[in-house]
């Protein structure tokens, strides 16, 4: 089946530094990719939409300069919490979205836990 | 605005138990369904979808989900649970007119051995 990779899997950092987490799917490819936030005992919330070759689709509320998103290949996706804050600490999920049609699916990463002192 | 609802925050069943899980969502376009499941430690995978035909799903592992389009709802079903199904299990729906995927809040379910 469809592997999804994230690394790292949690990173711990100073407040006000950046960090970069990335997103790939293993055995196939994927133009679009999303990346999730979720928070202790909640839901996962939609951040944004990560497109190959194009901008990302920021969801309201979320601050497009303060989470970088690149999607650089077809496998290959990348988030950027720029300047952290211990605000920003949460567990950050990515999906690969296949497309069959109207057969929509996504494939989930592991996650990357993010601990901002 | 679109919204998925599960009823239950925790189940607590012992095992041989049925099992059935709540998921109510509002949109009234046409939808996709899902049924996502993270057991500890590990990342969401997929339990089961439905996208059209037969609104009575069956999944991996015994688990089924019926769409009752005119309730708006997504029960997940088990017959008989094990240990093993515990886990924290999701319904997210997505749906036409750009309608993203949104997830419900997530069912912690714990079984007893």
């Known amino acids: 089946g469809a592997v999804v990779s994230q690394h790292p899997s949690w990173v711990i950092c100073k407040s006000g530094t950046s960090v970069k987490i990335e997103c790939r799917s293993l055995?196939?490819?994927?133009?679009?990719m999303f990346w999730y936030r979720q928070f202790p005992k909640q839901s996962l919330m939609l951040m944004a939409t990560?497109?190959?070759?194009?901008?990302?689709?920021?969801e309201q509320g979320v601050e497009k300069d303060k989470f970088l998103i690149n999607h650089a290949s077809l496998t290959l996706s990348t988030l950027t919490v720029t300047s952290a804050h211990p605000e920003d600490s949460s567990f950050y999920i990515c999906?690969?979205?296949?497309?069959?049609?109207?057969?929509?699916?996504?494939?989930f990463g592991p996650g990357t836990r993010l601990l901002v002192l | 605005a679109q919204s998925v609802s599960q009823h239950n925050h925790h189940v607590i069943l012992s095992e041989a138990a049925s099992l059935e899980l709540g998921c109510n969502y509002s949109?009234?376009?046409?939808?996709?369904l899902f049924w996502y499941v993270q057991y500890p430690g590990q990342h969401l995978q997929l339990l089961l979808k439905?996208?059209?035909?037969?609104?009575l799903v069956k999944g991996i592992k015994g688990f089924e989900a019926e769409f009752i389009k005119s309730k708006f709802s997504f029960n997940l079903r088990k017959p008989s649970v094990q240990w093993s199904d515990t886990a924290e299990y999701f319904c997210?729906?997505?749906?036409?007119?750009?309608?993203?995927?949104?997830f419900g809040a997530g069912t912690r379910l714990f079984v007893k051995a």
């Open positions: 997210a729906v997505n749906g036409d007119g750009g309608f993203k995927t949104i």
């Open positions: 055995d196939f490819q994927a133009t679009t």
């Open positions: 949109y009234g376009g046409t939808v996709n």
């Open positions: 999906s690969a979205h296949v497309d069959f049609g109207r057969e929509e699916t996504q494939y």
């Open positions: 990560s497109n190959e070759g194009s901008k990302a689709t920021y």
């Open positions: 439905y996208f059209s035909g037969d609104p």
